[in-house]
Each structure stands twice: as C-alpha cells, then as structure tokens.
C-alpha cells in the first residue's frame, strides 16, 4: 500500500472541499475546492500530488515582509547613531586639561630674596643632620660667634653654622664671587673666599650670613 505525502486532496466525505492529509490521516480541516467542477474522491491508499491550498487573505501592511525589513534597518540605524554620539560626548566627571601658561616657553628668573634684596643670591639650608648639636651649644635664638669659613667647601662652611648657632635648619646666603651669577646646584663642589659678617662676629637667627664662593676648580680673586 503506498502512503500519500501531507497535503491537500479532495475531501472523501464532502466532494467539492479539500481536506488535509497529514501523511498518515485525514485532519478536520477543509477549505473549499477551486472551480464549480466536482474533482473524483481519492482514496488513502492512492499515491497523488498534494495541491497548494487555497490563497488566504491578505496580510495587513504592517506584517508583510518588506515593511518589516525596512523597520529593522531604520532601528539598527538609530541605535548606532545613539551609540556613537556617547562616546563622541565629553566626560563630565573627567577634569579638563588645562591650557599652559603663556609664559610658559619664557625663561625664568633668577629667584629673589626678599630679606637681602639680591637677586642672584641663593638661601642655603644645610642638611639638618650634619649639624653637630650638643649641650655645650647656644640654645636656638641666642647670639654666636661665627667661625672662619674661607677656604672650607660651602656645604662644610652651611655645617659649621648650624653647629655654633645651635639651630639645625639655621640658612645662610650664597653668591658667586666671579660675578657671573652662577647658582651653587652642588653644595660641596664650591669653595669659601669670602664671608660676611667677617668671622668672629657675633650673630643670632635672624642674621642675614652671605658666603661668596667659586668653584673648587677655580681660585677665589
């Protein structure tokens, strides 16, 4: 006996209806058949060719397929625009660069000390542990006589007077003694010529002490 495949076949029970074989047996449904002329019932176990069923209604506008493919388009569209204008939109909670100063390609100027008035001096303040602080020293704020630094190196000359006065973060003054304004970036590559006050005078805190040095390298004038 040969099966006839799914499809629709002309009703064995209602002649001019087609009904639906499912490949093994007759379903409920049942269209009417094309045309005003009867078609011969066919038999479950005659082999046939299923016929296409009947066109249904149309589709409303919205569901039809081209307009569907057009909505999917339209929507991939807004979203990558969405997507692209955040991450084109600045962070607000990130801080803005600042703009550089406009005088920032001009060269600096030589620092200025306010308490002497000279431009090229530089205020030296000696490491506070080279200071030789003992009982035996001036307390803080009393005067001291200061000692003979010409010839010593600027960082031992700096040392020195922070051990007579007492005071670990005592500063002295600096100045090149050529005249060519050279600042003292290394303490110990400078020597002593001169110093002012002259050694064995007395000072206290707020005496303003200048050494005028050269380079090790060099002779003082």
């Known amino acids: 006996m040969t099966t006839m495949p799914a499809g629709w076949y002309p009703d064995p029970d209602q002649p001019g209806m087609l009904r639906y074989w499912n490949g ?4 409920l449904s049942r269209v009417e058949q094309p045309g005003s002329t009867p078609v011969p019932t066919v038999a479950p176990q005659m082999a046939a060719q299923p016929m296409a069923p009947p066109p249904g209604p149309d589709k409303p506008w919205y569901q039809r397929g081209w307009v569907i493919g ?5 929507l991939i569209g807004i979203v990558g625009s969405a997507m ?8 607000e909670t990130r ?4 703009a550089p100063p406009d005088d920032a390609s001009e060269p600096e100027s030589a620092p200025v000390d306010e308490e002497s008035d000279k431009p090229q001096r530089k205020r030296n303040a000696g490491d506070a542990g080279n200071g030789q602080v003992g009982s035996d020293l001036p307390a803080i704020g009393d005067t001291f006589v200061l000692p003979n630094e010409v010839g010593k ?3 031992a000359a700096q040392d020195d007077v ?11 003054f600096s100045e090149d003694a050529t ?16 110093q002012d006050p002259a050694a064995g005078s007395r000072a206290d805190d707020d005496t303003i002490i200048t050494f005028y040095v050269v380079k090790d390298s060099e002779t003082c004038a």
């Open 70 to 74: 057009v909505g999917v388009v339209l």
């Open 179 to 194: 005249g060519a304004n050279r600042f003292q970036i290394l303490d110990s590559g400078w020597v002593v010529c001169s």
């Open 162 to 172: 922070q051990a007579v006065s007492g005071n670990p973060f005592y500063f002295t």
């Open 24 to 27: 093994e047996a007759w379903t």
């Open 84 to 91: 692209a204008e955040d991450e084109e939109a600045p962070d």
């Open 153 to 155: 190196t600027l960082q």
């Open 95 to 98: 801080p803005a660069a600042s």
